[in-house]
């Protein structure tokens, strides 16, 4: 097991993202200690890669999030990984060359067409990345498949709310500008606030699972749960719906939920999967 620290020395990336991406239910830790500090195992350190892996290809942190709760086979996965970072390593070599080229006309030693001067920057780029991560194959996602959406927000407060879906929730085609960092700073700010919210939703649904999930007190509160999700990101009924199966099925997630009440977790699925019918119905 990692301290979030540890985590982010191994991945090369912040305490900060880390705290972040727990917050939007990117990348939870899977074991929070008593004192409140945060654990990560080689489970979590394998999603990390597979966000970092998408990161890296531009995906905005949204995109990310719609990928990891509505499912994808991770071993799919790395080979349109190897693909598009080929094709990215062939756009970088082009437009190196075209520097260079260019240096060479700036020497007296070159001279470029106009077409020569734009054809790196006219190559194509990957497009409906999305869809190439999902097997063509495959229906409904197989929640064993899903390396759960911890998405991380490993914060010095440490929170324990499963606040997950994009939980992702950025500019969706700018994934590593400014506008994170404010963003960040933004939730940082709403952390505790979020938390309380959360832990007040997970109490109250544990308190009233002596009556149907259907009954109106616990949909009031499954209302309330879809509202703070979409103060992260637009979490459509689907992932949520898809966050209720990650929820009884991923032990990461039902161990910590379980601690508001036992079988809680499963309790919750149930609710959530009432509330998006309802909302589909209306």
Same mark, same amino acid.
């Given at each position: 097991?990692?301290?979030?620290? /540890? ?19 990117? =990348? ?10 945060? *654990? ?7 999603? %990390?890669?597979?966000? %970092? ?7 905005? =942190? ?20 190897? /693909? ?8 970088? /070599?082009?437009?190196? &060359? ?7 006309? !700036?020497?007296?030693?070159?001279? %470029?067409?106009?077409? /020569? ?11 409906? %990345? ?23 927000? +490993? ?6 709310? +499963?606040?997950?879906?994009? #939980? ?22 709403? =952390?505790?606030? @979020? ?30 749960? *879809?509202?703070? =999700?979409?103060?992260?990101? #637009? ?14 099925? #991923?032990?990461?997630? +039902?161990?910590?939920?379980? &601690? ?13 999967? @009432? *509330?998006?019918? #309802? !909302?589909?119905?209306?």
């Amino acid at each position: 097991m990692y301290k979030v620290q /540890e985590v982010a020395k191994i991945a090369g990336v912040s305490v900060r993202t880390l705290h972040h991406y727990d917050s939007i239910g990117l =990348l939870k830790p899977s074991n929070i200690g008593t004192n409140r500090y945060r *654990y990560y195992n080689g489970q979590d350190l394998k999603l %990390l890669q597979q966000i %970092l892996f998408l990161k890296e290809l531009d995906f905005s =942190l949204k995109k990310i999030q719609e990928l990891v709760a509505e499912g994808f086979d991770r071993e799919y996965a790395l080979a349109q990984h190897i /693909e598009l970072l080929q094709q990215k390593k062939q756009r970088i /070599e082009k437009l190196i &060359q075209t520097a260079q080229l260019t240096q060479r006309e !700036l020497q007296g030693s070159e001279n %470029l067409t106009d077409q /020569e001067r734009f054809s790196a920057f006219a190559s194509s780029k990957a497009e409906n %990345l999305i869809q190439q991560y999902q097997k063509p194959d495959i229906g409904s996602p197989d929640v064993a498949q899903v390396e759960t959406p911890q998405i991380a927000s +490993a914060y010095e407060s440490d929170s324990a709310v +499963a606040v997950v879906p994009v #939980d992702t929730v950025l500019h969706e085609e700018s994934p590593s500008t400014s506008s994170e960092s404010v963003q960040v700073a933004k939730e940082e700010e709403d =952390l505790d606030e @979020i938390n309380r919210e959360g832990d007040r939703i997970y109490n109250t649904v544990a308190s009233l699972m002596h009556l149907p999930p259907q009954t109106p007190a616990v949909q009031k509160e499954m209302k309330a749960y *879809y509202t703070l =999700l979409n103060r992260f990101y #637009d979490c459509s009924p689907k992932m949520f719906r898809g966050l209720g199966d990650l929820y009884a099925s #991923d032990s990461r997630f +039902a161990s910590n939920i379980d &601690q508001h009440g036992q079988g809680l977790a499963k309790y919750l699925k149930d609710a959530m999967y @009432i *509330y998006v019918e #309802d !909302l589909q119905d209306a």
